[in-house]
C-alpha cells in the first residue's frame, strides 16, 4: 500500500483495492481481532457486563467485548433494525468515496497524472483539498474520496450529476 500525503491508503498499481482488505485484514488478526464473514447475526444483545451475545442464522451463539456491523444488501434491514434496538439512529444509507466519472476528454487523455495539490468544491458546498489523480475514467484519490464522502447524500439526491470545481493549485 502507498500512504499518500493525505494520510489515506491507496493500493498500489498492481493490487487493486484487494491490496488494502488483505492489509487491513493481516493488520487486524497481528492485534487479536477475529473476523468474521458470510456469518449473517440474526440478533445481538447487550450483556450486562459489557460487550454482546450475538446469535447467528446458523443458530451459533458468539460473545464478543465490540460489534461492528457492516450490513448492505440484503442484509441492510437487518443491520438497520438491530442498530436501532441500540438506540442508535439509522440514515439512509448512500455510497460515498467513490471515483468521479466524467467525459471530459482533456482529463480522460491525462489519465496517469497525479496532482499532489488541489482544492475541490461541488455545487452544493462541498469542499475538499489534497491529491488527486486522473484515472482512464475520471478522477480518483484522496481528495476525491473525501468530497464524495461529505456530499454523497447531496450527490446521491442529484442523481451523481453535479459541477464540480477543480483549482490546480
Known sequence: LVLGDQGAFQPPEHGGITAISKTLISLLHERGITIMTGAPVRSA???????FWLTLD???TLECDRL????????????QAISSAFGHTVVRPVPSIFDLHTRDERILKAHGVCMEHTRLA???GAVASGCVT??????????IGELTARA????????YAFRLRVDWI
Do not use: F, Q, V, Y
Not at 486522473?134 to 481528495?143: D, I, N, T
Open 45 to 51: 444483545d447487550a450483556k450486562s457486563t459489557g460487550g
Open 58 to 60: 446458523n443458530e451459533e
Open 68 to 79: 461492528i456491523m457492516a450490513g448492505g444488501g440484503l442484509l441492510a434491514n437487518r443491520c
Open 122 to 124: 461541488d455545487d452544493s
Open 134 to 143: 486522473l484515472e482512464p475514467w475520471g478522477l480518483g484519490g484522496p481528495a
Open 152 to 159: 454523497a447524500e447531496s450527490m446521491c439526491d442529484r442523481s
